[in-house]
């Protein structure tokens, strides 16, 4: 019987490894972006795209020399603004804006795209009852903008990889 199990766990284990799974975080990377240098992002920005390329068994190089990609960050802004104010004129419902712009080159500095944008926005309410509890709300969906951000930029930064094989 207990020969039986292993035997079922292997099958099970290759199975899932043939359909595709990965831990989550973690994408196909090509040979280009498994070493990878970030210039000029922001340490939230940098700690999610380490994370990310980490999961996907790659590394963040520590000059743009040793990279197979230099992806340089121009401008990133993370605002707040105050949508709507209640009865006691505190702020009761809050957006956030993250706004990231930036441009991928080889490690040549030969540019693979034109400079690209990614903004996002989120709303919550903000509930003055429980502001403890708002705080950490806030600084979840931070967190998560940025990993969106992170996600959307390694998607772009395979598209000007295989963009520029074709050519």
């Keep these: 019987m207990n020969a039986l199990l292993k035997w079922f766990f292997l099958l099970a284990?290759?199975?899932?490894?043939?359909?595709?799974?990965?831990?989550?975080?973690?994408i196909g990377l090509p040979a280009e972006l498994k070493s990878l240098y970030l210039f000029g992002t922001s340490g939230e920005l940098n700690r999610e795209m380490k994370a990310m390329i980490k999961a996907s068994e790659g590394?963040?190089?520590?000059?743009?020399?040793?990279?197979?990609?230099?992806?340089?960050?121009?401008?990133?802004?993370?605002?707040r603004r105050?949508?709507?104010?209640?009865?006691?004129?505190?702020?009761s419902e809050i957006e956030l804006i993250y706004y990231l712009r930036f441009q991928i080159f080889d490690n040549k500095e030969q540019p693979l795209m034109e400079e690209q944008t990614i903004d996002l926005s989120r709303?919550?309410?903000?509930?003055?009852?429980?502001?403890?509890?708002?705080?950490?709300?806030?600084?979840?969906?931070?967190?998560?903008?940025?990993?969106?951000?992170?996600?959307?930029?390694m998607m772009r930064a395979q598209a000007a990889v295989e963009a520029s094989k074709k050519r």
């Design 13 to 26: 284990l290759s199975l899932a490894t043939a359909c595709g799974y990965h831990l989550r975080g973690s």
């Design 123 to 153: 709303d919550f309410f903000n509930d003055q009852t429980a502001l403890l509890a708002k705080e950490t709300e806030e600084a979840t969906i931070r967190k998560e903008m940025y990993r969106q951000a992170s996600r959307m930029l």
């Design 82 to 91: 105050v949508i709507s104010t209640g009865k006691t004129g505190k702020s």
């Design 59 to 79: 590394k963040i190089a520590n000059s743009p020399n040793d990279a197979g990609v230099v992806i340089k960050v121009l401008k990133e802004d993370m605002r």
